[in-house]
């Protein structure tokens, strides 16, 4: 059956509901606004940063400045509002808690983080994989499109974030297959100079303090800012910490030439507790799902585990001592130059250092990355009124470096002197695109867009005979329409394609050798098609609204060997066929209160997988770690002008944690009836207060957050690990308090 037939077929009552909603809020928008000139001054705009209504909102998430009405994507934008009410403001999984087709799982309460759109990167060990993550102009991405973490970002000085969802391998190539998060930081202010501080502390040892300083001195506008975090972690090994540096400097060179430099610089800690198979949570669950798993310890901290915790794996056990470390410098720089009226040229270039070690219990890995990177984009624009067309076209560059060397971990995480492995893996990926987006009058627009990439891997074995080399290479192409009849109401479609190949982390762990890439892993690649609406209903109510539907080739999965128990290796397990329903609501009732709705539903099932460790094939199961269901409410109700409060609710259905949806025992014998495939479902109450006040004439804020109060138990992340050990406990109630001062903003 074709994948669209068995689409429609389960579609059934969804489409039906969606074309109603369609007809009901486009016949309220069109007899409630009879002016089709006031397209793009929609209150849509509100519902993203509550702007006034005659300002357009645009986003550059798809490499181009456009008007979000004119974008035929499903497209959030997260603004100031939303992130100044960030507790913690370590991690990305606070800002994306209202953008429906996300899920992000904070693994050990920390900033290490696993993030998945639409499905896409729902399997990575670390990182995230075929997701583009650009700050201020400047890539995440490698080569491959893996990103590795999102340590770079400070989020307490992000003032937006544009989230594009489905398939765009057509923009940014082989990183964009699953969508695009662009992340821009704050500007250094209009005052010549202004500083920032705040301190923040809470449970599980929590501390973060931030200062910063920027302003505008004649040409210039700048920001530099400086952090440093740390936490003891809510289980036993998931301490962290981290030190942050960034800088931004915006030069107006002239009214022709714009300049923006990026410098930062991460050191980021946190100890890897591994997961734990659900048996061992039937006896005692409230001490034992804060122990780690016994080959992640510490020596000392092993030693200072219960007693029968000690006799149950070996009082004279040497553990492993998990850990990851990573370090990294990045450099960037980013102009457009006004060539003519209609005609300007974008150039961007970067390089990032990177010093990476980790601890796990077969060895210690040390690898050492240099990252360059550049593009260049050409933007023309022709025609009037009537018929306008934006044409862009340019190529990208990518290169990167990889020294790895592997010592076996003797116990402790303490390296003998034996050598594992000792290689360079080179990358390579170049790009070349065309973008086309033409106005068709005040109401329709079309764009498309077409792009081929070449990505190259090779790896030079220094001890060995494991020397080889891999390519990719994928043209890759999106179309989309847009239609705005009037102002408050808009639809779009579109229809793109993906292309994913092998990452970093899956070329890199080899089954058949220490050392080596894996050589039998083929690109993923995928096709989808959605359909969305966007608008408000009345002066008070917004919406946004998307249908899609993706079928994807060669997924990858994760699997084990027996040989090497605690290492993870990938391979191209099947097919999938996925739909589902995205939803973004905001309600302001009346003028101090705000509503607002994030709810995304999840059909994702495999068509085939073969499971690589047992051999075996399945048809129609889910695909691991994705719920059905994902709803996110919050309310924020501003009691005078200085204070504040708010809550939210989350609620995220149960999961499989594999791809046999098996409901099996981890051991019989041992474990009768209690290890289960599948999470139990959970709800979550979050709540905030805040209160704004000045001393000196400078504004202050107090920040008092709880999350989970109800301590309800449940699991952060789940992975599909063959020896049972796939679940990650998440922290239960937990309490922050911040404190934020400014000096001399205008």
């Known amino acids: 059956m074709h994948p669209l037939s068995s689409f429609r077929r389960q579609y059934s009552i969804l489409i039906p509901l969606f074309i109603i909603f369609l007809t009901f809020i486009s016949s309220a928008a069109i007899a409630g606004d009879d002016d089709p000139d006031a397209a793009g001054k929609s209150a849509a705009g509100r519902s993203q940063d509550q702007a006034p209504e005659n300002i357009e909102v645009t986003v550059t998430a798809p490499r181009v400045e456009i008007p979000l009405k004119q974008n035929p994507a499903a497209t959030s934008i997260v603004e100031t509002a939303i992130l100044q009410s960030m507790p913690r403001t370590i991690a990305i999984d606070e800002a994306l808690k209202l953008v429906p087709g996300v899920k992000v799982d904070n693994q050990a309460d920390g900033e290490r983080v696993h993030l998945s759109i639409r499905g896409q990167g729902i399997l990575t060990e670390r990182g995230t994989r075929g997701i583009k993550a650009i700050v201020d102009g400047v890539p995440l991405n490698d080569p491959s499109g893996f990103v590795p973490d999102f340590f770079d970002v400070d989020w307490a000085t992000v003032r937006r974030l544009e989230i ?387 079928a994807t080739d060669n997924d990858f999965g994760r699997y084990r060997i027996s040989s090497r128990p605690l290492e993870t290796f990938y391979g191209n397990v099947g097919s999938t066929t996925r739909y589902g329903l995205e939803t973004s609501l905001s309600w302001y009732p009346i003028e101090p209160l705000a509503l607002r709705l994030a709810y995304t539903y999840s059909h994702f099932k495999y068509d085939t997988v073969q499971t690589l460790d047992a051999l075996a094939v399945y048809k129609g199961t889910w695909l691991p770690n994705s719920p059905e269901h994902q709803l996110y409410l919050d309310a924020d109700f501003k009691i005078t002008s200085a204070l504040s409060v708010g809550a939210a609710l989350e609620y995220v259905s149960s999961w499989y944690v594999d791809s046999t949806n098996r409901v099996y025992l981890f051991d019989a014998a041992l474990y009768p009836d209690v290890y289960y495939g599948r999470t139990d479902p959970y709800t ?56 934020k001062a400014s000096f001399g903003r205008r």
């Not at 990294?328 to 990476?356: E, P, W």
């Not at 601890?359 to 890995?365: E, H, Q």
């Not at 006040?693 to 063959?722: C, H, K, M, Q």
């Open 164 to 550: 594009l969802r489905g398939p765009a391998a057509a923009f940014y190539g082989s990183g964009s297959s699953g969508g695009i998060i662009n992340i821009l930081t704050e500007d250094g202010g209009s005052a010549p100079i202004a500083t920032d501080a705040s301190i923040t502390g809470g449970s599980f040892g929590f501390v973060k303090g931030l200062a910063q300083f920027g302003g505008t001195t004649g040409i210039l506008n700048y920001r530099v800012s400086g952090s440093y975090a740390k936490s003891d972690g809510y289980r036993d090994h998931t301490d962290f910490w981290a030190d942050n540096f960034s800088g931004k400097f915006k030069f107006d060179v002239s009214a022709a030439v714009k300049l923006t430099a990026v410098l930062g610089y991460t050191d980021f800690y946190n100890g890897n507790a591994e997961g734990l198979n659900r048996a061992w949570f039937s006896a005692d669950p409230g001490v034992r799902r804060k122990l780690a798993n016994p080959d992640a310890y510490s020596l000392a901290e092993y030693r200072s585990t219960p007693s029968w915790y000690q006799e149950m794996f070996g009082v004279n056990r040497v553990p492993g001592n998990e850990y990851q470390q990573t370090g990294r410098f990045t450099s960037g720089i980013t102009s457009r130059i006004a060539l003519a009226d209609n005609l300007d040229l974008d150039l961007m270039g970067y390089f990032r250092h990177t010093k990476y070690t980790e601890a796990v219990p077969s060895s210690v890995i040390h690898r050492d990355y240099g990252t360059p990177g550049a593009s260049l984009q050409v933007n023309h624009t022709t025609g009037g009124d009537t018929f306008k067309n934006h044409l862009s076209a340019g190529a990208d560059f990518g290169w990167q470096t990889i020294d790895a060397l592997l010592h076996p971990n003797l116990g402790d995480a303490v390296e003998g002197t034996g050598v594992l492995a000792d290689q360079t893996m080179t990358q390579s990926a170049a790009g070349i695109f065309l973008l086309d987006r033409v106005e068709l009058g005040p109401y329709w627009g079309a764009s498309f867009s077409l792009r081929y990439d070449d990505v190259t891997c090779k790896l030079d074995d220094h001890v060995g005979s494991l020397s080889g080399d891999n390519a990719y290479k994928k043209a890759t192409g999106r179309l989309g329409l847009t239609w705005n009849p009037v102002s408050t109401f808009g639809l779009y479609a579109s229809w793109g394609t993906g292309f994913l190949p092998p990452g970093t982390e899956e070329l890199a762990n080899n089954p058949n050798a220490f050392g080596g890439f894996n050589k039998d892993l083929k690109p993923a690649t995928s096709s989808g098609e959605e359909i969305g609406a966007r608008g408000s209903a009345g002066s008070n109510f917004t919406y946004d609204v998307a249908l899609f539907h993706l």
């Open 684 to 739: 979550l109450v979050h709540v905030r207060l805040g209160y704004k006040f000045e001393i000196a004439g400078s504004p202050w804020e107090i920040l008092l957050s709880g999350r989970n109060i109800f301590g309800v138990e449940y699991y952060a992340f789940t992975e599909p690990d063959p020896d049972g050990n796939s679940y990650q406990p998440a922290a239960t109630a937990s309490w922050t308090i911040g404190l």
